[in-house]
């Protein structure tokens, strides 16, 4: 079966340091991976995703994301956090020849001022 | 990418009744979803909305209680019948461009509250 794991409900960070949000999956065969965005009463917003190649993807508002096979991970990263950041983060997966995606159950980021 | 509309962006409805929900893409676009978003969890797939044909509805969702209709390439409603509390959630519509694996974009949702 798939899954999509996001181990953390909530993650808090002080603005300006570093943030990471974590996903690991359990999917059949080589999947697309994806991060989504969702700011407070709005629609979710795709922020990255990473297909094949380099295991270091860039996306919208300079996160990154890097995705690890060994591991089965694609963690979300940005260097330094802005309080704007502060959202919900949905990690999906797309298995090998499906056309829907499977998301975790989201991270809320809160950046601190 | 592609603009997506939804209506209405929110409703409250008597347990009992249906609701239609539209979703209305600014492309014609190949793949057309519809998910759902129950209070403080992720994305569920519903099903996925087939031009000209019977929606494709994933396990536990079923044609008579969310039917679907796609009637051409930018267009799609699902509706929910006999509703009931347990259905109150976000509904959303989302699309995937052809050509290549594309990102998928997203409805701004509809929040549906069934008393």
């Known amino acids: 079966a798939q899954s999509v794991a996001q181990p953390e409900d909530q993650v808090n960070v002080a603005e300006g340091n570093p943030l990471t949000v974590k996903c690991t999956y359990s999917?059949?065969?080589?999947?697309?991976l994806f991060w989504y965005v969702q700011y407070p009463n709005r629609g979710l917003q795709f922020l990255l995703k990473y297909i094949t190649g380099d295991n270091l993807v860039k996306g919208s508002y300079g996160f990154e994301a890097e995705f690890n096979k060994s591991q089965t991970s694609f963690h979300l990263k940005k260097p330094s956090a802005l309080v704007s950041d502060s959202a919900l983060y949905f990690c999906a997966v797309r298995p090998t020849g499906a056309n829907n995606l499977f998301f975790g159950t989201g991270t809320r980021l809160t950046v601190i001022p | 990418s592609a603009v997506i509309s939804q209506k209405p962006s929110r409703d409250i409805c008597q347990r009992g009744t249906s609701l239609t929900i539209q979703c209305q893409v600014d492309?014609?676009?190949?793949?057309m979803f519809w998910y759902r978003q129950q209070p403080g969890q992720s994305l569920t797939l519903i099903a996925t909305a087939n031009q000209g044909s019977e929606a494709t509805y994933e396990s536990g969702f079923v044609i008579d209680k969310f039917p679907i209709s796609r009637p051409n390439l930018t267009f799609s409603t699902l509706t929910v019948s006999n509703m009931s509390p347990e259905d109150s959630s976000i509904y959303l519509c989302?699309?995937?461009?052809?050509?290549?694996?594309?990102?998928?974009?997203f409805g701004p949702g509809t929040r549906l509250t069934v008393l």
């Open positions: 492309s014609q676009v190949t793949m």
């Open positions: 989302s699309v995937e461009t052809s050509g290549g694996v594309n990102e998928q974009f």
């Open positions: 999917v059949s065969g080589n999947p697309y």
